[in-house]
């Protein structure tokens, strides 16, 4: 039972850790060294605060005491870690607090994703969405969007130097109107 176990655990495609309630790595696989760029020697004589990037810190402590406290079960939340080379890796951890028989917190069974790609892809949007804004309320012609029904869903800020209506008067009304 425990061979498999381990075998499961280190072979795992999910990423797995075992963490005292110290935040010591006491048991990591393959999965999570590949992300971080560890090895498992390196991992095992880090803590969480180590790996945990530092504006996130606080926050991932006070969630760890909250589990080891009892006063949650379970967490799920997204975090930053540091992986070897600096770069910051995104990833949404799922973890719970593992007690012995007399109620002591023994370690926190987290299972993580890295996320990393889909936060620059987030990024990526938000940035797209402000350079959009940025042409759209100052271009000086009149763009508008409707949906299938030709309703005015978006109008450019210029509509008021070339009609006189406000934007607000516009969107909502009927292209034909």
Same mark, same amino acid.
């Given at each position: 039972?425990?061979?498999?176990?381990?075998?499961?655990?280190e072979?795992?495609?999910?990423?797995?850790?075992?963490?005292?309630p110290?935040?010591?790595?006491?048991?990591?696989?393959?999965s999570?060294?590949? #992300?971080?760029?560890y090895?498992?020697?390196?991992?095992?004589?880090?803590?969480?605060?180590?790996?945990?990037?530092p504006?996130d810190?606080?926050?991932?402590l006070? #969630?760890?005491?909250?589990?080891?406290?009892?006063?949650?079960?379970?967490?799920?939340?997204?975090?930053?870690?540091?992986?070897?080379?600096?770069?910051?890796i995104?990833?949404?951890i799922?973890?719970?607090?593992?007690?012995?028989s007399?109620g002591?917190?023994?370690?926190?069974?987290?299972?993580?994703e890295?996320?990393?790609?889909?936060k620059?892809?987030?990024?990526?949007?938000v940035?797209?969405?402000k350079?959009?804004?940025?042409?759209?309320?100052?271009?000086?012609?009149?763009?508008y969007?409707?949906?299938?029904?030709g309703?005015?869903?978006e109008?450019?800020?210029?509509?008021a130097?070339?009609?006189?209506y406000?934007?607000?008067?516009? #969107?909502?009304?009927?292209v034909?109107?």
């Open positions: 039972s425990e061979t498999q176990f381990k075998q499961a655990f072979h795992s495609l999910i990423v797995m850790a075992l963490i005292s110290e935040g010591e790595c006491k048991r990591v696989n393959k999570l060294c590949q #992300i971080l760029g090895t498992e020697e390196e991992m095992k004589a880090m803590t969480i605060q180590d790996i945990t990037h504006d810190i606080k926050g991932s006070d #969630i760890l005491n909250d589990l080891a406290k009892g006063n949650i079960e379970e967490v799920k939340y997204e975090k930053r870690y540091i992986h070897k080379n600096g770069a910051p995104w990833v949404v799922a973890a719970t607090m593992l007690y012995d007399s002591k917190p023994l370690h926190y069974v987290s299972q993580i890295d996320i990393t790609k889909r620059e892809i987030e990024n990526d949007l940035l797209s969405e350079k959009y804004r940025t042409i759209f309320e100052n271009v000086q012609d009149v763009f969007q409707t949906n299938q029904e309703i005015v869903t109008i450019s800020p210029s509509i130097q070339h009609s006189g406000n934007r607000n008067e516009i #969107i909502g009304m009927p034909d109107h």
